[in-house]
């Protein structure tokens, strides 16, 4: 099955290169790379989910650096990083309000019938592919903790 956003990527790659956006075909560049990788490393031709999953990583490793740099009083790196996680973040799907990602945690502690902590595993296997690429994966893991009880 192929990847209607890796599609999506590439056009986007070809269109930055013929306005002569510098800045943003870089990013792209980096961004395709990235998927490239993950289908060499893995010997597959990633679907949507795993281009997410590549982004929503990416776009992770984004934030800690803003955050790093913020911390430093960098700010030109922090300019960067956020232009360039604002071009990843285009291929995202919409981010789970609190409400939303609350209810779909609840679904899934009464779907495996979770009890605890001891269950939280079996609660984040169901809640990952729900919520990937839609919300940091850091929070949802402290909200199933505080949900179960941890």
Known sequence: MSSTLKQRITDDVKQAMRDKDKDRLG???????????????????????????????????????????????????????????????????EQLNDTDLEALINNAIEETGASGMADMGKVMGVVKPKVQGRADMGAVSAKVKSLLGG
């Open 27 to 93: 990013v792209l560049r980096m961004i395709t790379a990235a998927i490239k990788q993950k289908e060499i490393d893995e010997r597959t031709e990633l679907d949507d989910n795993a281009v997410l999953a590549v982004l929503d990583k990416m776009a992770k490793q984004y934030r800690d650096s803003i955050q790093q740099y913020r911390d430093a009083g960098r700010d030109d790196l922090v300019n960067k990083e956020t232009y360039e996680l604002n071009i990843i973040t285009e291929y995202l799907p």
